[in-house]
């Protein structure tokens, strides 16, 4: 492909075709959208899960080399390659999670192919890669595959795509799936060990609260759920449009929960729904403290360090405090941006539509932006 | 007897012995008698000696007298001897003379003795002395040869006159031969129309033949390969030359001068207008409106001073119907003898050469000089002049084979010459290549595909203007049957200055509004206007009433401005890298200078963000800088390229609510290779998901930070994935062969989509609208039956 691509274009060995070929990967990847990029467990790579099932590394020290001095995000979009490329999803890849610590890390990855597709992270920093030396990507250490629902007359559904995963300290991961079930995998046995079922449309985003053995799921059926790790039972539902505490799923539609998140302590959950809003609840009461209007459908949310941020479907990144005042906006290289993930040392990284990754330091500058090739 | 010497000597001793006793007396001092002795004794002995004396003189007379008396006869002798010995010597002289005479006899190459004797008369035959006398042989022999040669003499006589009448007569013969040209030419000329008739067009196409000698190298292999193509594919293709041949002509012999000196060159002239026939005075004539215009051109610039022969090109359709050929369109080469170049244009049109060859492959935009020998000798600075109808595009120069002709000098001479042959054997193999290549193909394929896929576009844009979507002959595609509610409410071309053409109707939409605010610099299309109201069944103050009056407010004057100054800022940044391109579609000055002015007004992006208060309009802003953006780092893309702006319009069928959806298109170059770009937003937004109040005291609501903006039913992940769909889905689902309607596909794919998103997207808030939920109670339970039709993080929407 490389090859292909320094070929010069001219009337001497014309090949039409592969011109069109390459026109068509050039519209594609600038239609690319990054819908996770974390850091990784070292710290040197961010991790990135694209539009295109793609799952690659970055590496941030190069990134930061070849950053030119132009710090306006608009221009200074450099064009990364990726350190390391994994396997690929059939579809979009939808999440990235690392679950564990240093060295037992495992990367996680799921998307539109109803797959959590997992990666020993000591294996990747160890640089064995015995299968991707031959050329071809490396394969999966695992892989979960999504189970499939019967539908009428016991054919099987379509299979649902993964949107979100999140984990917990104690060898869980939990999935949401576009069937509207969440699961709970035991990643030891590769099994499904816990069904959460309930919702009544497919699910957006999951996040687990360990201290209380909870997890909790946002979903296009517009509430936000509350369940038992233990029974699968749900504890509390919550109508995230009208702000309150319901003991059945809401007739009608309501704007969808686009995302969840809760806080260090483990106290506050805020979601985000279709409505350009957020809401901060008490996970005590189950009550709804604050509703915070933000200038966009919210597409992802996150609370480091009592500052809720979010990010949605412009290109601007906005911090509340939980009274639901404005701390800050900034403004961000991808014009949509769907995944955000803050850490303690202040660092926050957001991705989006244009294959963009911005990398923003705790007082709103940016540290390095590039597009994903 | 006793000699006087003798007596003398005798003489002289007594003498002595008489003086020695005298001094032994005197010595002794003794007897002086004996003394008187001696005394006579000697005087007789001196008497004796003196007559001795005087005999030997005496003899000694005598002696010489004898010898004198001898000496006579002896000299006589002595010169007798000399004549004789002179006489001897003179004689022996001419006999040596006579020997050394040489006779002319042996030189003459005389038949040999044999012959001789068996070609000569009987008499000598016969006689037998003459064989034993040399001499006499010899003789006859002689007189033999002088007899034959004298017989071939006569003959050699006989012959020269019968050589003179020959060449008499072939004189006579070439007179008649030199004239019968002019009879062969008023044949010719008799014949011309009846070869018109018959459409036979020999006497043309030889005279092309001979004008292409006349080409410089570059366009004589592009005449020739042009030509083969022609011959050997019996392609649908005309190739003619044109131009002034007498400058041709010219040109050549300044070249023969300079290099082969003046001799050679005169002769060459000289050969050269014998070769011009009359006729061709009356071709000239004929051109002399081509001629001028290329005076002018030739005239204003050195560096564009052409060769006076140009290749005209003419294609034709590749399917021949009942005979008659469709010409799709003529290319015109020209040479430019400073920098070694070819340009190509297209002859006869002088409006869009550039869309059409422009990009004709990727990166060859005809506005950079081709090779770097050529910008060297242009110098720095130079800029290649947009409004020429030529321009030197790299496939030009590859089908000119400039690339292997580089090194040799224009119009190679016939030279035998090592440094020729080295240059031929280059040529050659630069030839193979080329054939290799199939250079003369794939240029006659694109273009022919280039025009065809423009008189589709054009097609298409025609009954655009008129705002309908063109029809779409392939409908093996999942829109092809389906009958899209929404329909084209405008359709506008975006000119270069960043300003649409007036659409039909006043529109809300911020970006017709700034039509507004600077009419002036805009070309006006009434007409399309007008049909298009015509096509949608509506007055013009209809149109004007039917659109809100609340709406107008909403985007407040100064916004107006703003959002204006941005557009144009972006275009502004793109005149420097692009002014060359810019001014080739430039419709006036003024135009330019304006936004060039306010592009300078506004520096800082984000301060015109900040202003421009409304998050919607960021975006509209954040699009059009991100195309910009686009612009900066590919630029030849977008040379030629001609943006639209469509809007569609649908509506809800059960509140009657209008939505419109903008699209921008930029139709490239290259099209349909490079399929039309789309780039999409939503304008109105009545139909809006809207959160009813939350129950109050139960929580603290934030104020709105900001001003809320409308948020737009479609949501910008849908305008995205459609976006996606629309440029880059389709080119998959297109078979080749209907990809010049690709146009008309992706509209009606994106009507379908359109309908689609918005369906799907009023579904899914209707439920929460009081007045609707009674009739969306049933399409709940349809919507569960039914398949998931979204799905994934971004809620796209699942199409089949």
Known sequence: ?373 | MKTPYDALSATRSTIEEILAKILFIKKESRNRAELRELFTQASVAFLNLRQINRVILQEEDHVKQETEAAKLPVDHTTLQLNNLLYEKSHYLKAISACKDFKSKYPDIELVPVEEFYKEAPDEFQKDSTLRDDPHKEMLERLNFELYQRKELCKQQELLEARKKMLQESIAARRKFLSSLPSHLKTLKKASLPVQQQLGILHTKRMKQHHLADLLPPPLYILYTQLSALKEAFNENIELEIIGSIKDAQALVKQQALKESGLNHGGNEENKIEEEIPEEEEELQRRRKRVKKSHAKESSDEGVYHSHPLTVVWHIFDEVVDGGKRTKLLSVRFEYLMRLNMVCAGVEGDRHGPLELLTNLFPDDTGMELPTQAAKLSAGVEFQYDVNRSCHPYKWAQHLAGVDFLSEVPPLVSEGHGPSEFSKATSIRHGLSAYRKQHRVQTVLEKLRSRKKAHLALRGQLDTLSNSKLPHCVYIEVPWGPYKSKCFLHSWAEVLRTGLPKPPASLDDAPSLNMVSSSAEGLEISPVNGLESLREDGELPSAAMMLTPASKVPKFSSLMQKKLYSVKERSHAKRVPFTQAKEAFTMLNNDASVDFKDLGALDDDDDMILEFAGSPMDNTNADDIEESTNFEKVSAWEECGSRTFNAVFRGEDSETGKIIDLEAQVKIFSEHPVRPPYFELRQLTDEVTPSLPSPPRGVLTVTEKAYDMPPSSLLAFSDLRAMEKEVNSGIIQLLPTSHENEILAQQLSMLAMLFDAYVDSRLRSCDQHHPPLSVGATGTTNVHELTARSIRGRDRQMQLC
């Open chain 1, 1 to 373: 492909m490389a090859s292909k691509c320094q070929q010069k274009w001219d009337v001497r060995n014309w090949d039409e075709a592969a011109y069109k070929v390459r026109l068509q990967a050039d519209r594609e990847e600038s239609t690319r959208i990054v819908y996770a990029a974390r850091l990784a467990p070292s710290s040197d790579f961010v991790a990135t899960a694209s539009s295109n099932g793609s799952v690659c590394l970055y590496s941030v020290a190069s990134c930061l080399a070849s950053q030119s001095m132009d710090l306006n995000p608009k221009t200074a979009q450099l064009e990364m390659e990726p350190f390391l490329s994994f396997s690929r999803h059939d579809g979009a890849a939808y999440d990235l999670q690392f679950y564990g610590e240093d060295d037992d890390a495992i990367l996680l990855s799921c998307g539109d192919d109803g797959k959590i597709q997992g990666w020993h992270w000591k294996r990747i920093e160890q640089g064995d890669f015995s299968n991707y030396s031959d050329g071809r990507l490396q394969k999966p250490d695992f892989i979960l595959a999504n189970p499939q629902q019967k539908g009428l007359r016991g054919a099987l559904a379509p299979v649902p795509e993964i949107n979100a995963i999140a984990t917990d300290s104690q060898g869980y991961v939990f999935s949401a799936t576009g069937s509207g079930h969440a699961y709970c995998w035991d990643l030891e046995r590769e099994k499904i060990i816990t069904t959460f079922e309930g919702h009544s449309d497919y699910l957006h985003c999951i996040c687990s609260r360990p201290s209380q053995k909870q997890v909790i799921t946002g979903s296009e059926d517009g509430t936000v759920r509350i369940w038992d790790c233990r029974t699968a039972e749900t504890i509390a539902i919550l109508d995230a449009h009208k702000a309150a505490k319901v003991t059945k799923s809401p007739k009608g539609k309501l704007p969808w929960v686009s995302c969840v998140a809760i806080d260090s302590s483990q106290k506050w959950l805020v979601c985000g729904t279709g409505g350009n809003c957020l809401t901060l609840w008490s996970l005590l009461s189950f009550d709804a403290v604050t509703r915070i209007c933000t200038v966009s459908t919210p597409q992802a949310v996150t609370i480091e360090n009592s500052k809720i941020m979010t990010v949605g479907a412009l290109p601007y990144l906005s911090c509340f405090t939980y009274n639901g005042d404005v701390i800050s906006r900034i403004r961000i290289a991808p014009s949509s941006a769907l995944s955000i993930s803050a850490y303690s040392s202040g660092v926050c990284i957001v991705s989006g539509y244009g294959g963009l990754v911005d990398i923003i330091s705790e007082f709103g500058s940016h540290i390095s932006t590039f597009r994903c090739k």
